[in-house]
């Protein structure tokens, strides 16, 4: 069975067509952004490692269509929505982190000048390499741009507290402030 991920689409004829990519993949179909997952986790003791999370889902809906009433610029709408394996930044901590991306994109042809673009402002340009694009390109470079820089927790009661870090006495202190103000705002209304 071949992997429409691998298939290679021509823009304009997709967008002529009004294709629509609709699949769910998998975060192990995604060579460059299992390195760059590896990389962080392979940093954690052996046991500290989560198994497993190269099978989780990765949701992809991919819109093909004309950016313009001319019919020559052609565009791809969708979203992409995975859950990834990523060391917590604060508490060196693996955790499962939530990334959803959505966009609009031009294709831009290697020959092609992009004041052409003028007016389509809604988009962002993706430059082509080849005449064609592959599925599996284009949502893992979207997936890599969607990553935080530094993923961290979101909620402070799962993050684990770093033994020894001076500047989190910092925040601890500002923290009882914010409280104390909600209870206040609450006492008043
Ligand atoms: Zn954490």
């Known amino acids: 069975m071949s992997n429409p991920l691998l298939e290679r689409v021509l ?3 997709a967008a002529d067509r009004s294709q629509v990519f609709d699949y ?20 954690l003791e052996e046991t500290d490692r989560p198994r497993g999370w190269r ?10 269509a004309w950016a313009n009433a001319g019919r020559d ?4 709408t969708g979203r992409v929505e995975a859950r990834l394996a990523v060391v917590c930044q604060r508490c060196l901590a693996a955790f499962d982190l939530q990334v959803e991306t959505s966009f609009s994109l ?5 020959d092609e000048d992009a004041t052409e673009f003028a007016g389509l402002a809604d988009f962002d340009v993706w430059e082509l390499e ?11 470079e979207l997936l890599i741009m969607a990553m935080p820089l530094a993923p961290m927790h979101k909620a402070q009661e799962s993050c684990g ?19 104390l103000r909600s209870q206040m705002e609450k006492m008043n209304s």
């Open 106 to 110: 031009l294709f831009q042809a290697p």
């Open 161 to 179: 507290i770093l033994p020894i870090a001076e500047e989190d006495n910092g925040s601890e202190t500002v923290r009882p402030f914010a409280d």
């Open 130 to 140: 080849a005449e064609t694009v592959r599925p599996v390109d284009l949502v893992e």
């Open 24 to 43: 769910k993949g998998k975060v192990g179909d995604f060579d460059r952004l299992v390195g760059i997952l590896e990389a962080d986790l392979g940093t």
């Open 73 to 76: 610029i052609p565009s791809v």
């Open 55 to 64: 099978a989780a889902p990765v949701e992809i809906r991919l819109d093909f």
């Open 11 to 13: 823009p304009a004829e």
